[in-house]
């Protein structure tokens, strides 16, 4: 889950609106206006011959008037290719000079680029994911590099041995450029509204670093309110309604004892755990007003992309149509809540009740609304945007877990084996989320599938100081990039099993540590250590490893805004699997080479599956 209630989310991505960037969908626009120089034309020709009376002057310009289109036709092209060469051999002399330099302390070198004014802004724009693909490829094993985009430079750090430092700037380059961005392209918020967090420069500690007033912390406000929601005693309430309601949709989907056959794995899932996820966290009135509201939140989904870029709604009209829509069903919702609700609606528990969901929620309002600039239609935006992050990267992974175990017999029936030793013939999700949590296999397909299917990228941003990490300044006012994927498939600190088990492809023991196996377990080892003889012990069950690993294991992102929905994520996911696992049989159709992520929201979370998911299913026969 991810942040804004988790939009895992972390970004390719986003920018603070202060900053002077919009994201280019899956990379950025320049949004600081750009001087460019305007070409010679026949109008100003002629103006100038028309005003000079030197001869010397008009003689020097016949050769450009005695140009034929033939000799155009080659000069131009020539010409342009000769600035594609010069900047390009300009820039790789400036970065292999950077990156040779031996000062104590220096800026990232930039990787090299063809087109002046534009730089890599292209092909970051076109595909992130090759993009930085490629800028690793030419950077080889160094840890720090910029990106020319338009008229800026954007940074990316990796390696192990710098994420520790980031730590230490715990309020200087924290930033809501996510939610920002996403709040103005993907959900509708007006400018106004969002140019608050722009102005709250206090901070996401209880502690403010300004004198932003109170009631306009509103960085700090939701951050502390998505805290309360997903931990503590109010984490467990959440699941706890969460698995009520799961489990009821789950009785009612129809699943019969004889085989069933449906065109994509996700189609079929997602409704069911969306409609549950939203109804524990917001309570059941959006179903109420609109029936379809799950299958419209759904059907949004692929048009992100579009409006990530800033398409108009002349080529998105469905998409804009669809985003009025969802936040009519918020807004009304939130005005139904408002008129309906009683304190003595609120459960025994202290936290739920039917109108607003949840105590989180019922306190969120009063924080929003009090907010300068913030209308009810800002509150619609910002709750949609809460949900969405909060639904749509945790039901992917989880679904990401079941393909994973069910197209591999073996993983398979070792799940079941280690679900029945530890007594769950029958899960009950409300009660067996513990022992769920302590098995070793079941924690070990989750955390292979983050490592493996997330990709995110968290930002960071000082506008005081220069940052410094290590050798690498990246000046203030700069962006600074942190991705998964380069940590995630670090072939110097993960365990490969000497390339037997290659980094781009799934692994359910990749996190297991068996005690008569010096090779098993996450991190790489020395090969003398691994190769060390060890004393035989009678019980080699594996255990699951995790700690020691924050420095190159990152799928809820890296530093202070760090997804605060992990724990409820990680509790979600693996009592969905449970219990798909346990109650059906499922047959996968699709071939090995099928199961590709789709990379068009990388940076932004769990990538789906690039194709569909075609699969077979049936009720499990269980022994009373």
Request: neutral net charge; proline residues 6%; contains cysteine.
């Amino acid at each position: 889950m991810s942040s804004p209630g988790v939009l895992i989310m972390s970004s390719s991505d986003v920018l603070n609106a202060s900053t002077g960037f919009e994201l280019l969908g899956a990379g950025f626009n320049n949004s600081v206006p750009i001087s460019y120089h305007q070409p010679l034309s026949l109008l100003s020709l002629s103006t100038a011959f028309a005003s000079s009376k030197s001869a010397s002057f008009h003689a020097s310009l016949q050769p450009l008037v005695n140009f034929q289109p033939a000799q155009i036709a080659v000069a131009l092209p020539v010409s342009i290719l000769l600035v594609i060469i010069s900047v390009y051999v300009s820039t790789w002399l400036s970065y292999l000079a950077r990156r040779s330099s031996k000062d104590a302390v220096k800026e990232p070198p930039v990787i090299p680029y063809m087109l002046p004014f534009v730089g890599s802004a292209l092909s970051f724009g076109l595909s992130p994911s090759k993009c930085v693909a490629a800028a690793m490829r030419t950077v080889g094993s160094q840890r720090a590099y910029g990106m020319k985009v338009f008229n800026d430079t954007l940074y990316f750090i990796n390696g192990p041995e710098n994420m520790g430092p980031i730590w230490k700037y715990k309020t200087s380059i924290t930033s809501p450029g996510i939610q920002t961005f996403c709040l103005i392209r993907v959900f509708g918020m007006c400018q106004k509204a969002v140019n608050m967090y722009s102005l709250d420069t206090s901070g996401i500690l209880p502690k403010p670093t300004s004198d932003v007033a109170e009631h306009n912390r509103i960085d700090y406000h939701t951050h502390a309110d998505f805290q309360k929601l997903l931990n503590g005693d109010r984490l467990a309430n959440l699941y706890r309604r969460w698995s009520t309601s799961f489990t009821n949709r789950l009785q009612s989907m129809g699943v019969e004892k004889d085989w069933a056959e449906f065109p994509d794995i996700v189609d079929f899932w997602m409704p069911s755990m969306t409609t549950s996820l939203n109804e524990a966290m917001a309570g059941p009135i959006l179903e109420c007003i609109n029936p379809n509201f799950t299958r419209d939140f759904l059907k949004f989904f692929p048009y992100v992309h579009g409006l990530m870029k800033g398409l108009p709604k002349m080529f998105l009209p469905e998409a804009f149509q669809l985003r009025d829509s969802l936040n009519r069903d918020v807004k009304q919702w939130h005005s139904l809540a408002r008129t309906l609700f009683k304190e003595s609606d609120i459960d025994a528990d202290g936290d739920a009740d039917p109108y607003w969901g949840s105590g989180s929620i019922r306190e969120r309002q009063k924080m929003l609304l009090s907010v300068d600039n913030w209308d009810h239609d800002a509150v619609a935006a910002s709750d949609f945007g809460l949900l969405w992050g909060a639904n749509i990267n945790v039901h992917t992974a989880a679904l990401w877990m079941i393909v994973e175990i069910f197209k591999d017999k073996d993983l398979l029936t070792r799940v079941r084996t280690e679900l029945k030793a530890a007594n769950l013939d029958r899960i009950t999700l409300g009660q067996d989320i513990d022992t769920l949590l302590s098995l070793p296999l079941l924690q070990a397909v989750h955390a292979e599938v983050l490592r493996l299917r997330v990709e995110v990228q968290s930002v960071f941003y000082s506008e005081r100081e220069d940052i410094r990490i290590n050798e690498w300044r990246f000046p203030k006012k700069s962006l600074v990039l942190v991705p998964t994927g380069p940590a995630h498939r670090d072939t110097n600190v993960w365990n490969t099993q000497d390339g037997a088990r290659p980094l781009d492809t799934f692994w359910a023991d990749r996190f297991l540590a068996y005690p008569n196996d010096p090779r098993s377990g996450p991190i790489r080892k020395p090969a003398a250590l691994a190769e060390k003889p060890i004393r035989q012990k009678s019980n080699n069950e594996p255990k699951f490893i995790s700690n020691g690993m924050a420095d190159f294991y990152m799928p809820y992102g890296v530093g202070e805004r760090t997804c605060p929905g992990r724990f409820f994520a990680r509790r979600e996911m693996v009592a969905f699997c449970a219990k798909i696992v346990n109650e059906f049989d499922v047959e996968i159709l699709s071939r090995e080479k099928d199961f590709k992520s789709n990379t068009i929201f990388y940076g932004l979370g769990t990538q789906r599956p690039l194709n569909r998911i075609p699969f077979k299913i049936r009720k499990r026969e269980l022994d009373c």
